[in-house]
């Protein structure tokens, strides 16, 4: 059996990407073509790309989305904007990947690999290890930072449950003292007509969130949130939902729903309602919509926030992989 590695674009191994993806170790959004080509389109100008495809008998079997700046080789895509990196690997074709990948990148030339962002137990922490440390690469494999997520139960009841008494006591009350402060509803934004409107909206109470959002919400960043609804390949993947508290939109977060899991991407809130607990309480419902349209995992993403974890959230740990010649 003859592998090797072929140069390709978006376009050309796009669906391809898409049937490997689901026969991959790792299967998340941030790793599909469309993600990836859209990140691409509006950050990857002027940059080379590395993205290579390998081939067994002309059957794809793994893909490799890199970028090469200065002599660093990365993963396509910064931590700002992908909570989760890895390799594409037809299962049970990760040795013959990993082997081969080293060759590659001997090919293509480098003083340091920096890949973050990858997922615990993901077979690239392993193997990729083994194979450089046998060409006598330096290699050094760390904690990153963890993506906190819930394993969501088949009713809202059971997943309240699960919660220890203190956690369910705080969510019941802090719904309660919403309801009695005035009229509120949850609404997502799901037709394509909307989307302008409630992006600028999202935006607005994402900046007056705190400083820090504000502040990385960069005009190109801004782009890449506006056009995210249209942007990715596969539209039913993009949820907006909004808490609405007397008619106005106080709280707000965006998600993706991706093979059943629903990944809390990134959300704002108007801080003259912080004493109503909007920020959480929009969280909380997201939880209860993903209980009630049968997914079967909420992950929280990147960030050992403290709301996480009262809300049920166990830790999947992303590692970070770095070689040195």
């Known amino acids: 059996m003859v592998a090797s590695w072929k140069s390709c674009s978006f376009d050309i191994i796009f669906d391809q990407w898409e049937e490997l993806l689901i026969n991959s170790f790792t299967n998340e959004i941030f790793l599909t ?71 590659l990148i001997q090919e293509i030339g480098f003083d340091e690999l920096d890949l973050k962002s990858i997922p615990e137990n993901s077979p690239t922490l392993v193997l990729f290890s083994q194979y450089l440390r046998k060409i006598g690469v330096d290699v050094e494999v760390c904690k990153e930072d963890v993506a906190p997520f819930l394993k969501l139960q088949s009713t809202w009841e059971q997943y309240l449950a699960r919660l220890n008494k203190k956690n369910r006591h705080e969510i019941n009350r802090k719904i309660r003292k919403l309801d009695s402060s005035g009229s509120y509803a949850h609404d997502i934004c799901s037709q394509p007509s909307e989307h302008p409107d409630c992006i600028s909206d999202f935006i607005r109470l994402m900046k007056l969130s705190s400083p820090v959002k504000s502040d990385f919400l960069t005009p190109p960043r801004e782009e890449f949130f506006r056009g995210l609804p249209s942007g990715l390949s596969e539209p039913d993947i993009f949820k907006l939902s909004f808490l609405k508290f007397e008619g106005l939109r106080v709280a707000s977060c965006i998600s993706f729903e991706y093979k059943r899991t629903v990944y809390l991407y990134n959300s704002g809130y108007d801080p003259d309602f912080s004493h109503l607990s909007i920020g959480l309480i929009n969280t909380i419902l997201c939880i209860k919509d993903a209980i009630n349209s049968n997914h079967s995992t909420f992950d929280f993403l990147r960030g050992n926030e403290r709301y996480k974890y009262n809300l049920g959230g166990e830790d999947r740990i992303l590692f970070q992989l770095r070689a040195t010649k």
């Open 33 to 103: 073509a469309g993600w990836q080509k859209y990140w691409w389109t509006k950050f990857g100008t002027g940059t080379p790309t590395l993205l290579f495809a390998l081939t067994e008998n002309s059957h794809l079997i793994g893909l490799a989305p890199l970028l090469k700046k200065d002599e660093t080789i990365t993963f396509i895509g910064g931590s700002d904007l992908f909570d989760y990196h890895d390799f594409v690997v037809m299962r049970g074709k990760e040795e013959l990947f990993y082997e081969k990948l080293v060759e």
